[in-house]
């Protein structure tokens, strides 16, 4: 659980510092994605594989946790890489696209 949290963490904090940089949100995280996102899917699958062994194991216990952890490192990382766009359009406001209706954004609420 923790892993999935770490890799929003990741694809989240470099979005944030391009948006800072004056970046569009789509723009801010294509560069995550191109970025940071490889890592993320490349650690997710290394993860995975190291367990997907274990579900041969002759232990029932072993071979059920090979299941249960290889579907949690996949399902984190595809969690990741998808729901982070897609909360993020909804929940970060667009510092670029805000500049050009040449409003000021406080608190996610444009000065009046």
């Known amino acids: 659980m923790g892993i999935g949290v770490d890799y929003a963490l990741y694809l989240l904090s470099i979005q944030l510092a391009q ?3 004056g970046a569009s949100l789509e723009d801010a995280h294509r ?7 490889k890592v993320v899917a490349l650690v997710g699958v290394t993860l995975a594989a190291g367990v997907v062994t274990w579900i041969w194991s002759p232990i029932k216990f072993q ?7 290889t579907f949690m490192f996949v ?3 595809v969690g990741a890489l998808i729901l982070i766009p897609a909360l993020s359009h909804f929940l970060l406001k667009d510092p670029a696209g805000a500049r050009r209706l040449g409003s000021v954004p406080v608190l996610g609420l444009a000065a009046r």
């Open 63 to 69: 071979a059920d946790m090979g299941i249960l952890l």
């Open 75 to 77: 399902w984190n990382m």
């Open 19 to 21: 948006q800072r940089a």
């Open 31 to 37: 560069r995550s994605i191109q970025f940071t996102g």
